[in-house]
T-cell receptor, first 116, second 114 residues
Framework: EPEVTQTPSHQVTQMGQEVILRCVPISNHLYFYWYRQILGQKVEFLVSFYNNEISEKSEIFDDQFSVERPDGSNFTLKIRSTKLEDSAMYFC??????????????FGPGTRLTVL | AQSVSQHNHHVILSEAASLELGCNYSYGGTVNLFWYVQYPGQHLQLLLKYFSGDPLVKGIKGFEAEFIKSKFSFNLRKPSVQWSDTAEYFCAVSTTSGTYKYIFGTGTRLKVLA
């Protein structure tokens, strides 16, 4: 299975601090996604990123969130001023090229964000 | 709006028992359907997927799923579970155009007793 990697695996931060979660998606692909899973709840779509632009974002993805692809390989999710309710597992996903326009998404191992 | 329902939140089975996990979705158009598994401490892994064609799809590790369009369902089955199938199982749908974002069900936590 194609590999998507994420760092760090666990991030602990104080409320109000900025955090940056990093993902290395499958190389040479144009579509990337971030999802999150609050403990005990379903996995929720946050944002999709295509060709260096946000293509769709959910209601969760407010002004505190931003995504970037700073160097052509890494893909980051930034939360500017974290809140307690941002505590969750954050997953990056990337589709496999050539598979029905990249429909099947492969997920990274996730970053567990804990906001104190 | 799209939604996905998984009716069984927790399932406990003995080894060799048969498994069926329900998944229903709500969407008026054509969808792609997926089942993912998350073993303890690991990431989401693709079990199987349905795009079109034969509504009975086979995946890895002996799992299969059947798409029933009239019932908006995509139930996951395995004839004989093993202790190593203990995991959380997620059903997901995506549209066939646009951003292909996934909408997930709430997940079913399966525990298989040895």
């Amino acid at each position: 299975e194609p590999e998507v990697t994420q760092t760090p695996s666990h991030q602990v931060t104080q409320m109000g601090q900025e955090v940056i979660l990093r993902c290395v998606p499958i190389s040479n692909h144009l579509y990337f996604y971030w999802y999150r899973q609050i403990l005990g709840q379903k996995v929720e779509f946050l944002v999709s990123f295509y060709n260096n632009e946000i293509s769709e974002k959910s209601e969760i993805f407010d002004d505190q969130f931003s995504v970037e692809r700073p160097d052509g390989s890494n893909f980051t999710l930034k939360i500017r001023s974290t809140k307690l309710e941002d505590s969750a597992m954050y997953f990056c996903a990337s589709p496999k090229g050539g598979d029905r326009a990249g429909v099947t998404q492969y997920f990274g191992p996730g970053t567990r964000l804990t906001v104190l | 709006a799209q939604s996905v329902s998984q009716h069984n939140h927790h399932v406990i089975l003995s080894e060799a028992a048969s498994l069926e996990l329900g998944c229903n979705y709500s969407y008026g158009g054509t969808v792609n359907l997926f089942w993912y598994v998350q073993y303890p401490g690991q990431h989401l892994q693709l079990l199987l997927k349905y795009f079109s064609g034969d509504p009975l799809v086979k995946g890895i590790k002996g799992f299969e799923a059947e798409f029933i369009k009239s019932k908006f369902s995509f139930n996951l089955r395995k004839p004989s579970v093993q202790w190593s199938d203990t995991a959380e199982y997620f059903c997901a749908v995506s549209t066939t155009s646009g951003t292909y974002k996934y909408i997930f069900g709430t997940g079913t936590r399966l525990k298989v007793l040895a």
